[in-house]
């Protein structure tokens, strides 16, 4: 009574942990994607983040370098321009001109540098560029700009340094940074300083600069979800592991794996077919379980299967238990490989009170064939008697005393 009640329970614990088994694997199942699209979405957002943060200490650097070319500007000597082709020939004009050429030679990533003013209706200028005189690129005193962005408009009116773009104008698409030139002592805006910065350099150099921190955080959330991934693995296979474990040890059968002429593995329930401590299962060559009339057999199918060779599958054998007991098994085996090894996995069945039965069904077969044996041979003599009695009567003429013989 209680042996069924713990089997019961066993069951019962199995059926609630495959139960939630189940439930945690399609949670795992639900899970792994919504992490995925979790990541990615994480990854973006991150590396776009990144990219702003490295752009706008890129812009930062950018406005520093302008205001340092500004400090070296003599206020006074762009006073004296006018803005118009008046200054085309006079040396503070082309003064400036070497200045800027020498801000554009000395950052080679600068397209262009000038100088902007503002008329009073408004409209921007140029003082003075770093192109060559009569380029096509260059803008002479006084050409107004057109294609001014609102940008550069606030910096007039707010007198503060900014750095704007990618804007297009007819030279092109730029970054551009600019610093307010003001009189150091009443602060009136004289003129804005700017450098060009090709859009297509600038965004190169971003994502360059991006590339190797935007590497590592990719490398961190991919580590991350492998992590994950290897988390669910390891839970799976823990969860099969227990599985097998139960089952493993739970089976009524004996499990064994055998390699060279060694137990390398066995399930409980193997130590109690054969009616050996589990102790010793694993330190003697198996053969040594086997009866000697058996061993030769075994042994022989064994070897053959080791070796790959089609062997029965399944035959019967007796051992000998640790108390001297005669057993029968059956066994089933299969070659397998064990860590690298060809090894021969095996499931043995106690089958002792199986053959005895079958012992006293062949006894009792006997018996029954020698009783109608001796049945039989009874009958023919009688037979013989009764045609020994109808003959002897007839000769002393009594007649026929068995009419019929088989009477």
């Known amino acids: 009574m209680h042996e069924h009640v713990y089997l019961s329970t066993k069951k019962l614990s199995a059926m609630n942990y495959n139960s939630k088994s189940n439930k945690t694997s399609g949670w795992l199942l639900l899970f792994k994607p919504v992490l995925l699209i979790a990541i990615v979405v994480l990854a973006v957002f991150s590396i776009w983040q990144l990219s702003s943060e490295i752009e706008k200490d890129m812009r930062k650097d950018l406005l520093i370098q ?6 070296t500007i003599n206020v006074e000597r762009i006073r004296t321009l006018t803005g118009t082709e008046a200054d085309l020939n006079t040396p503070d004009y082309l003064r400036r001109k070497e200045m800027l050429a020498s801000v554009k030679v000395a950052n080679p990533r ?4 000038y100088l902007l003013g503002q008329r009073t209706d408004g409209q921007v200028f ?18 107004i700009y057109e294609e001014i962005p609102d940008e550069f408009l606030k910096v007039f009116e707010t007198k503060t340094g900014y750095v704007e773009g990618p804007s297009p104008d007819r030279w092109g698409t730029w970054v551009t940074t ?3 030139l003001k009189d150091p002592k009443s602060g009136e805006l004289i003129a ?12 190169w150099e971003v994502a360059k ?16 979800y492998v992590m994950m991934l290897l988390r669910e693995r390891t839970h799976i296979i823990k969860q099969n592991e227990q599985k097998y474990q139960y089952l493993f040890e739970g089976a009524a059968g004996g499990i064994a794996i055998l390699r060279g002429d060694k137990i390398e593995f066995a399930n409980p329930a193997l130590a109690r077919i054969v009616g050996h401590p589990a102790n010793t299962l694993f330190t003697e060559p198996f053969i040594t379980l086997v009866h000697p009339d058996d061993k030769k057999m075994v042994d022989d199918r064994y070897n053959l299967r080791l070796k790959g060779h089609d062997v029965e599958t399944g035959y019967d054998f007796r051992v000998i238990a640790f108390d001297g007991t005669v057993k029968w098994v059956n066994i089933h085996s299969q070659l397998i490989q064990w ?7 095996s499931f043995i069945t106690d089958i002792t009170d199986r053959k005895r039965t079958e012992e006293k069904l062949a006894v009792l077969y006997e018996e029954t064939n020698l009783v109608n044996r001796l049945m039989r041979d009874r009958e023919n003599r009688m037979l013989e008697l009764k045609k020994e009695v109808n003959n002897l009567s007839q000769q002393l003429n009594k007649g026929i005393i068995y009419k019929s013989v088989e009477d």
Do not use: H, Y
């Open 209 to 224: 600069k991006t590339s190797l921190p935007a590497s590592l955080l990719l490398m961190v959330l991919a580590l991350i």
């Open 178 to 180: 600019l610093a307010p």
């Open 126 to 143: 140029f003082f003075a560029d770093s192109e060559p005189a009569g380029s096509e690129t260059e803008s002479p005193p006084g050409q």
């Open 66 to 71: 302008a205001q340092l070319v500004v400090s």
């Open 192 to 203: 804005v300083f700017c450098m060009d910065f090709n859009a297509r350099s600038w965004r």
């Open 339 to 345: 860590e690298g090894e060809p090894a021969i996995l």
């Open 110 to 113: 600068c397209r262009f540098a």
